[in-house]
């Protein structure tokens, strides 16, 4: 059973008219090393983004294969792209971010987990020039496109993956979506202020306000990447939106064994968000055989 803030949320994004605005983020860079210690002590694996990470991590293990080049555009700390290649130990890894700040938690990170499978670079991923033509097998990158300013942006982007991916290459892309009312951004971001950081809390309610409008997001998917895979939302509320690429892999029983077992060590609270999160995308279209 959903949690009553996303209950309340579904029926007032259903009916109620668009009030809310997107505003592009405060700090569109995140380099004060108090904010990026903070950012990265709230959102490692065992906190609140717990289900998340692992919803996202099945999704790109369907399109990412043992011996492909695997580019994460905006990889921050390297949480969610840890878990990815802790899960796929033969398959190599850029992660890719515009913060040094970030970059510099992320290797530390990444070498306490002892992954020698992750690159790490600093770079602008609306301009991926030290990136060849048709040169990276699959592109990944969860809940990042927000923060950047504006639809130019976002175009840009999108057109450099479909520059840099090889034929038949693998994508998944996911964010969020801009809800219409204010009420909703605000009762989502504070759902579990009590569990984490105030500077986590604050920064979850400006990424739902930078949300692009799915509309916009699918125009611009449509154009670049129509041909690469398809979109989804969250069923009627889009609170979140991803572009995913057909599956590249045969199914893997010891991975799907793997997931399993981090979602059984994981709370009963953050198993029933997992279930929240996977029905509303499955109600929208999108679901994988490792959940």
């Not at 699918?218 to 154009?223: G, P, S, T, V």
């Not at 690469?228 to 590249?248: E, L």
Request: glycine letters at 6%; one cysteine or more; charged letters at 25%.
């Amino acid at each position: 059973m959903p949690s009553s803030t996303v209950i309340r949320a579904f029926f007032r994004e259903l009916f109620v008219k668009q009030t809310a605005l997107r505003e592009s983020e405060p700090d569109l860079v995140m380099d004060d090393p108090e904010k990026v210690g903070a950012y990265t002590r709230a959102g490692r694996e065992d906190g609140v983004m717990a289900p998340v990470y692992l919803f996202h991590c099945a999704q790109i293990c369907e399109v990412i294969k043992p011996g492909d080049t695997v580019l994460d555009l905006g990889c921050g700390p390297a949480t969610q792209l840890a878990i990815v290649a802790r899960l796929n130990r033969n398959t190599n890894f850029i992660g890719m971010d515009l913060s040094s700040e970030m970059l510099s938690r992320a290797r530390e990170y990444a070498g306490e987990q002892n992954l020698k499978n992750i690159e790490f670079r600093q770079g602008d991923i609306t301009r991926l020039s030290e990136l060849a033509d048709r040169s990276i097998d699959a592109v990944m990158s969860t809940v990042v496109l927000h923060h950047l300013p504006d639809l130019n942006a976002l175009e840009r982007t999108f057109a450099e993956i479909k520059r840099i991916l090889k034929p038949g290459g693998g994508v998944y892309l996911v964010d969020f979506g801009h809800l219409k009312s204010e009420k909703s951004i605000h009762d989502f971001a504070y759902q579990y202020a009590d569990r984490q950081a105030e500077l986590f809390t604050l920064d979850y309610l400006y990424s739902l306000r930078a949300a692009f409008w799915p509309n916009d997001f699918k125009a611009l998917y449509e154009k670049h990447l129509g041909e690469v895979g398809k979109f989804y939302r969250t069923f009627a509320m889009p609170y979140m939106m991803a572009i995913k690429s057909p599956v590249r892999r045969e199914f893997d029983p010891v991975l799907r064994n793997q997931l399993s077992a981090l979602i059984k060590g994981m709370p009963d609270f953050h198993q029933a968000d997992l279930k929240d999160l996977m029905l509303f995308f499955k109600l929208g279209g999108l679901k994988t055989v490792y959940l």
